[in-house]
């Protein structure tokens, strides 16, 4: 098996390379969603392809939890609320009126809330690679996570990660595990509309960094 | 200008998607490399696509260092060194024999390595989502690392992520702020060879996780 698999390969073209990047461009945080709902079975596809992320020791820590009852999502709203009126308040006056004004989540029209957990007691890798750094259980999510979002914009849906939330409260109204950290809470569906430019960029909130500025040599 | 991108679009299309999913399953976390260097610019073209990755508040934390020096490349698999034996010790015999078998880093013959921190102080974003998950920050910065893993396995590049080294001293060593939080130490290069399954499943260390069983409904 091993000697098959050492001698096969599989090459990326140019045009499949220009289109990646094109995907990984047009990639953004939606918050306005149409409300038609998503074919369940294309969800699993996508959450099937996010579990082929790397994770720290091959230990696979992200649990996926489908959000459907309408009680738990109106709890996720409230959650929303409260944290965002607090961050609100953090800002100085003018900051805060141009805060208000920005549209921050799409949990009431989205289709489908997918909160994703790090299972921070899972038994799997058997704690290699994470001894020094066990952040990187929950890294490893992130990685899921962000595969999640390029195959499902690949599909032409959207997705917006809504961290302005209470994330222990979040956990309980979910009823899980106190094992599991929440890492990210997902509102997919079709957007309602497709922007090349991040919609804080659009709104004057925050600029793209010159990326030369970002690299260092040592 | 919003308005010519509110209509305008992206469609990928059915062989761009199914040669997305061969991607994702292609990409591997690579050990063992070929010494041949990588075009400085490809690594720069594949910097600058990561970070179009999503950032909380986009802040865009990312900073990517170019370990150049070999005196520092040493002091990195160094710390590898002690980082890894003190993993080992904490095995029962049977598994440590099984552990130290394990080839868990290319740091020797990779021709570039990447060390990708997070400015825990970046002013970026104005604090926007990271309020009560601060956390996202550092998410932030792994967001990037996938999309430059995704991007380079398509340019026919290995990745491995080397998480068994210790955080700080890494950090120190290769003189950086004491702001920035090491979240990545990548090794880039030309594979040696090319695999469909992790190394880890090869070895019998872990294997796949029955996705049915990562998936809840609440």
Redesign the interface.
């Known amino acids: 098996m091993?000697e098959i698999?050492?001698t096969?390969?599989?090459?990326?073209d140019a045009k499949?390379?220009e289109?990646?990047?094109?995907?990984?461009?047009?990639?953004r945080?939606v918050r306005r969603f149409r409300r038609d709902p998503v074919e369940p079975c294309l969800i699993?596809s996508l959450?099937?392809?996010a579990?082929?992320?790397?994770s720290?020791?091959?230990?696979?820590p992200?649990?996926?939890?489908?959000?459907?009852?309408a009680a738990?999502r109106a709890a996720v709203r409230e959650s929303f609320g409260r944290?965002n009126a607090?961050?609100a308040e953090?800002?100085g006056d003018q900051?805060r009126e141009r805060?208000i004004k920005?549209k921050?989540e799409g949990l009431e029209d989205a289709p489908v809330h997918l909160?994703v957990f790090a299972d921070e007691t899972t038994q799997?890798?058997?704690?290699?690679?994470?001894?020094?750094?066990p952040?990187?259980l929950?890294?490893s999510v992130?990685?899921a996570?962000?595969?999640f979002?390029?195959?499902a914009?690949?599909?032409?849906l959207g997705v917006g990660?809504i961290?302005?939330?209470?994330?222990k409260i979040v956990r309980q109204m979910?009823?899980?595990s106190e094992a599991w950290t929440?890492?990210?809470y997902l509102c997919v569906g079709r957007p309602a509309?497709?922007?090349?430019?991040?919609e804080?960029?659009?709104y004057g909130?925050?600029q793209?960094?010159d990326?030369e500025r970002?690299?260092?040599?040592?």
Request: charged share 25%.
């Open positions: 091993t698999l050492n096969s390969s599989r090459h990326f499949f390379r289109t990646l990047r094109d995907l990984v461009l047009w990639r945080d699993h959450i099937e392809l579990s082929h992320a790397p720290v020791g091959h230990c696979q992200w649990r996926f939890v489908l959000v459907e009852s738990r944290a607090k961050a953090s800002y900051e805060y920005l921050l909160a799997a890798g058997n704690g290699l690679g994470r001894q020094t750094m952040e990187t929950r890294y992130v990685a996570v962000q595969t979002w390029l195959a914009r690949a599909e032409g990660w961290s302005i939330l209470e994330p979910l009823d899980v929440l890492v990210a509309e497709e922007h090349l430019d991040p804080l960029e659009r909130w925050q793209r960094l990326v970002t690299i260092f040599k040592r």
